[in-house]
């Protein structure tokens, strides 16, 4: 019971622990994951800007804020929403805005506005709360505003380098090759036939090698020119960084699981120990009580006994009469315990032998029927085949608690039948009567211990409600099952199996079968 106990402790723990490492590795896979998504697309968008200043192309609004946003990424803006931003903070914007030197700062609309204009006459208005850049405009973006001379484009980080450039015409033709290194694709003509509908358009591809490549691609506002510019960028660099991530968190969760696993049978141990110990206690005073009852009840019952024979007196002889019936009851109480206590330590010994069911059962039957003529019920026979390898004293006792169950609530002119079959590699066995039936809600605690049906079947006589459990456990120290169907008003079926015995025989070519016995 504890083993299982200890199991069912670690299992949860076990699952506890997995669930939490397995909530935490995905969170953490999916905030790189989104992490990724939004710094490439954030570049791109930044590179996309470039461009088009590169083209002296009119900047699309959605692009105005892609600076800013890439800035405040970078941690470069230093920006805090709580607060109206410093000049100093404005002209670091502007600077990675245009890269170029910032000729004056002025404050516009009550100081709503941070009013920036760089030395080539550009001008840049920020929003002095918010940081966000809501009017840019642009003199010469090739041109250094101090020494007049056109300038290459800014320099980039890493995320930047790795974006190629498409200039495309209407058609997907590439126009020029602007990067210094190998294109990974051609143009993507769905994607550009969206940009030229709907002005812009951001999407994953994958390329015919596998690649898979994030591609935004833009409708130019100048006539002339491209059509459109495409920007990609390869996410292999990304997709083996996630490969690795998963790596290592499937790694550390199945490490973590193990270590885990081993703490938690540890701490179950623990946590169950003092319930094991008390338990084994509680098993070996039931035990020893029980083996001390057995001396005092013998010397009453024959005390008892002795009295009757050597007395005449009819109330004398009712109260002894009374006292060997209780002897009686608490001795079959006393074995039953001592059965019970055995069962839960796993000390119970089988003294297991080759038994034909048939025979066997011919023999209780001729015991049981005469108690059953004495109350008026008919026990019946029938079907009794299978042989199996059991303790024949403890079966006989299985037996006997289910017949004297259905005798006990058997009403006058009803019938018990016994019977027994081969079903598939086990031997089915049944006892069914005809008496009053167990209501549906009762099913599932029979065989709890002390446990008693009321009204439907309550306590009489000697029923001390420990039977079923008696009868499951030694059905089941004998590698069987044990059920009960019933109807209200109808009657009850007891049924339990056992292992069906398998011999082996041989053939002529000395080839090993096994034979399942049904007996004679």
């Not at 692009?63 to 100093?88: C, P, V």
């Not at 760089?118 to 840019?136: F, H, K, N, P, Q």
């Not at 007049?148 to 890493?158: L, N």
């Not at 006589?461 to 009960?484: M, Q, R, Y």
Request: proline share 4%; aromatic share 6%.
């Amino acid at each position: 019971m504890f083993k299982l106990l200890r199991w069912q402790f670690t299992l949860f723990y076990a699952l506890a622990a997995v669930a939490i490492i397995g909530l935490v590795a995905s969170g953490a896979y999916v905030i790189v994951a989104r992490y990724f998504e939004r710094t490439t697309d954030l570049a791109l968008y930044h590179k996309m800007v470039h461009e088009f200043h590169s083209l002296n192309a009119p900047l699309p609004p959605e692009l105005t804020y892609a600076d800013i946003d890439w800035s405040i990424l970078r941690n470069e803006g230093g920006i805090t929403r709580s607060r109206m931003l410093s000049a100093e903070e404005a002209g670091r914007i502007a600077l990675s805005v245009r890269g170029g030197q910032i000729k004056r700062i002025e404050l516009k609309d009550n100081g709503r506005y941070y009013e920036v204009k760089l030395r080539d006459d550009s001008e840049i208005t920020i929003d002095a709360y918010s940081g966000r850049i809501v009017g840019i405009e642009i003199k010469d973006p090739q041109r250094d505003p101090i020494t007049g001379i056109s300038s290459p484009p800014i320099a980039y980080d890493a995320e930047i380098a790795s974006i190629f450039v498409l200039p495309l015409d209407a058609q997907g033709r590439i126009l020029f090759n602007p990067n210094p290194a190998a294109l990974p694709m051609t143009a993507d003509k769905e994607a550009l036939a969206a940009a030229l509908q709907n002005g812009s358009d951001l999407r994953t591809i994958t390329v015919s090698n596998g690649q898979r490549i994030r591609l935004l691609t833009y409708r130019l506002t100048r006539p002339d020119g491209p059509a459109a510019l495409q920007l990609g960028r390869l996410l292999t660099d990304q997709e083996q960084v996630l490969n690795q991530l998963m790596i290592g968190l499937v790694s550390f969760g199945f490490v973590g699981a193990i270590i885990i696993g081993i703490a938690s049978w540890w701490l179950a141990g623990r946590a169950l120990r003092p319930a094991e110990d008390a338990w084994a206690r509680q098993l070996r005073f039931i035990a020893s009580a029980s083996h001390e009852l057995r001396a005092p009840l013998t010397l009453i019952r024959a005390s008892a006994e002795v009295a009757l024979r050597s007395t005449t007196d009819d109330d004398h002889r009712e109260l002894l009469s009374d006292i060997l019936s209780e002897s009686d009851h608490m001795r079959r109480l006393v074995d039953d315990l001592l059965t019970l206590s055995r069962l839960d330590s796993g000390a119970l010994t089988l003294q297991r032998q080759r038994i034909d069911l048939r025979d066997f059962l011919s023999e209780l039957h001729r015991h049981v029927s005469r108690l059953g003529e004495e109350r008026g019920i008919t026990v019946m026979l029938n079907n009794a085949s299978g042989v199996v390898n059991a303790d024949p004293d403890r079966l006989r006792q299985v037996l006997l608690i289910l017949i004297d169950n259905a005798l006990r609530y058997t009403p006058v002119g009803g019938t018990i039948t016994i019977s027994a079959e081969l079903v598939g590699k086990y031997v089915r066995l049944s006892v069914r009567d005809t008496g009053c039936g167990i209501a549906p809600e009762h099913l599932p605690h029979l065989f709890e211990r002390f446990y008693r049906v009321d009204p439907a079947r309550e306590r009489t006589g000697s029923n001390a409600g420990l039977g079923l459990s008696i009868a499951k456990g030694l059905v089941e120290a004998h590698g069987g099952t044990i059920g009960v169907e019933s109807t209200l008003n109808q009657g009850t079926l007891v049924w339990f199996t056992l292992p069906a015995l398998v011999e082996q025989q041989y053939t002529d070519g000395r080839e090993k079968k096994e034979r399942v016995v049904r007996g004679r």
